[in-house]
């Protein structure tokens, strides 16, 4: 009985150690592009999100591939989102959940042990009446799904372009996007696990903050961590920072 519990154990440890999932705002795949297929080959991630990755959906999309990982991507000229999933990960694309007017992507991810839903968002800097409709398709989006998988975890994790007072420094203000995110993670029961700056600035006057949100039904399963970037960014003098989320 005790093997069993060890086996167990072990196997759970191997689990949390191979089911790492990295996101970044790229602010441009095509740019980046050597980053990251350099970041693949050395973290080997189970997930890599992206966002913001500006590209115009092209006919064919193998030049973007990588070795060992599945490419699966909603672009958009000057918004869109993407994902790398390693080869040995079982998930399946949620493209009933996705609306062509947002850039979203849903994805199910098995396990083994878990069922996972992950949607990453980018939010462009819109207007409110576009900001209505992108947190309207999220909840509604977020229930059909957790009715259809109800055991299934649900992550949202993205740039959200949202500030909101309680949540993250330094926001003395909350805008339309922070509130309309707040109400989605209130009334989706999510709590917010980025606790750093994700917006990096190299300017000394300028001020470090976080535009980027992982929101989980489930936090105590999930340690998150700020990273490096990948690749590089002089959009707004300020430089993306990653964000890796590990099982706890």
């Not at 790229?26 to 992206?50: C, D, Q």
């Not at 991507?73 to 007017?101: Q, T, W």
């Not at 977020?142 to 330094?170: I, K, M």
Request: proline content about 4%.
């Amino acid at each position: 009985m005790k093997r069993n519990k060890k086996k167990s154990f072990a196997k759970q440890r191997q689990h949390s150690l191979s089911h790492k999932v990295h996101l970044t705002n790229i602010r441009g795949l095509h740019s980046n592009l050597v980053a990251v297929y350099h970041h693949l080959e050395t973290e080997k991630p189970a997930l890599l999100f992206l966002s913001e990755t500006q590209i115009r959906c092209p006919s064919d999309v193998s030049y973007l591939s990588y070795p060992g990982f599945t490419l699966e991507h909603n672009f958009k000229p000057r918004a869109g989102v993407c994902m790398y999933a390693r080869d040995d990960i079982c998930y399946r694309r949620l493209r009933n959940l996705e609306d062509s007017r947002f850039s979203t992507l849903w994805t199910l991810v098995d396990t083994g042990l878990d069922k996972i839903i992950y949607a990453c968002v980018y939010r462009s800097h819109s207007g409110d009446q576009e900001t209505s409709g992108l947190t309207q398709h999220l909840s509604e989006a977020a229930d059909a799904a957790q009715q259809r998988y109800p055991s299934a975890q649900l992550v949202l994790l993205g740039d959200f372009n949202a500030h909101h007072q309680e949540w993250l420094f330094p926001y003395q203000c909350t805008d339309h996007a922070g509130r309309e995110m707040r109400k989605l993670a209130i009334a989706l029961d999510l709590t917010q696990l980025v606790q750093g700056a994700t917006r990096v600035p190299d300017v000394d006057t300028h001020t470090a903050n976080c535009l980027d949100r992982l929101l989980t039904t489930d936090p105590d399963r999930y340690s998150v961590s700020i990273c490096s970037p990948i690749g590089s960014s002089d959009w707004s003098r300020q430089i993306p920072v990653g964000i890796c989320l590990l099982p706890a």
